[in-house]
């Protein structure tokens, strides 16, 4: 791997000036830039002000060791390497320093040639370590951005993020707090670990620094060194580290994000850095979520409002829609689908009838048996659905779900007489509540069947005209759970007077 010298500073730390000269013209023929300092407590305030990449320190100095110089980037979790150099070489000071941290240990006196090979090791070993570091990053933030694609609803981004976040970050608390409509300051939204629930007075002082946070689209890295600066935490104990990044999409304001560890655990720079880039999938998921939910209310009225336009036509059909969509979500979640396929089995239950606008009023409302020049009139109320939700192209994944709702597994259903697995998955569902529903409610040619005969019907037709399997486990949380809490979110019907 390449590493370009003059990109690369080092540190060289020694209270011998000569030496010090010595090691840094050596390195400064070789391109790198170079900064020295007398001893440990100085070579931390060009720590401070500097980016350092390799610090090269004699052990054994006033004011501060190199021992305690190695002590203190560790404790601050600096990523820089360390590089060890003495006069009181023995094979335990060695073993030391390494168990310290130190990249490489180089006994005094040395040849200089020696130590350019020791630097350039430890620099090839430093930019193998990045770079992998890089991938690794990479494929970090692939599994955050995979996790929250799969996820459309607020809820379950939300706690998808915080989930990953936990896992990357390694934090003792996560606080996610969000903006919502209506609100004029930020709510907590997902709250894990106990640091921040056992501490209300921590709690409520981090959340008034997501507001500031956010206002001034600017991120703290915290800890009980700096935090006295900040006067909301004046006054107020605080042992830990702590990271607080403002959550933007396109400058909207959508929320913030803290993480919380004992302050024996320091947040790095890095981290701070990675956890920003986090935010930023977050935020566009998050708003990418609410303007989703905004388009699906508004299908849904539109849904409503094509259901209600069926039902104008045939009274006896009052409620029939939303009742199937209700059972098809109720059995849809005893299958343990995923929230996709339950919006799915919800829009395909209230639009499953839409064709039958296009039915003539004396065949929907008939009261006798219908003949056959009339069912086969019927029977292109799937096409006629297929037909209308074609034109919205919010709806295309539920419209196989429509017009395939009347087909059996034995393949004698309509319109197509596809059968088993052929029909969509979502379609056999749709068929077992629809047949259900429309058993147990009144219809223009006679009245509601008891529950008991509709599961009996039901049965018998298992495996030929609907799926045994959906069959039994309908029946099962019919029978389970009764009749009555089934109906439960179905609205009231139209009941015909005897």
Known sequence: M????????????????????????????????????????????????????????????????????????????????????????????????MKMGAADYLPKPFNIKHLLVKVSKVLRDRAAKNEQKRLTNIVRLLNLSNALNSRLDLESICREFVTHVSKNFSPDSVMLLLRKSGRPFLVKTVVRGRLFREDPDLSAGVQKLAEKSLEENAGYLLDSKNISALPIFSGHSFPFSMMLVPLFSQMNKVGAVALLRKDN??????????????????????????IYSRMKDQNIEIIRSYAKAVEAKDYYTKGHSEGVAVYAVKLGRYLKLNTRELDALHTAGMLHDIGKIGIPDHILNKPSTLDDEEFEIMKSHPAIARDIISQLGTLSDILPVVYHHHERVDGKGYPDGVTGEKIPELARIISVVDAFEAMTSDRAYRKALPWEKAVDILAQGSGTQWQGDLVEKWIKLVTDNGFENIQKGVKARYVRPD
């Open 2 to 97: 390449e590493i370009r010298n003059e990109s690369i500073r080092i540190l060289v730390v020694d209270d011998e000036e000569s030496l010090r000269e010595v090691c840094a013209d050596a390195l400064r023929d070789e391109g790198y830039q170079v900064l020295q300092s007398e001893d440990g407590r100085d070579a931390l305030k060009v720590i401070s002000a500097n980016r350092i990449d390799l610090v090269i320190s004699d052990l054994r100095m006033p004011e501060m060791s190199g021992f305690e110089l190695l002590e203190k980037i560790k404790e601050k979790q600096l990523e820089i390497d360390f590089l060890i150099m003495t006069g009181f070489a023995t094979i335990e000071t060695a073993v030391d320093c």
């Open 265 to 290: 655990r320091v947040f790095s720079s890095d981290e701070f850095n990675f956890l920003s880039v986090f935010a930023a999938h977050v935020a566009t998921s998050i708003q990418n979520a609410r």
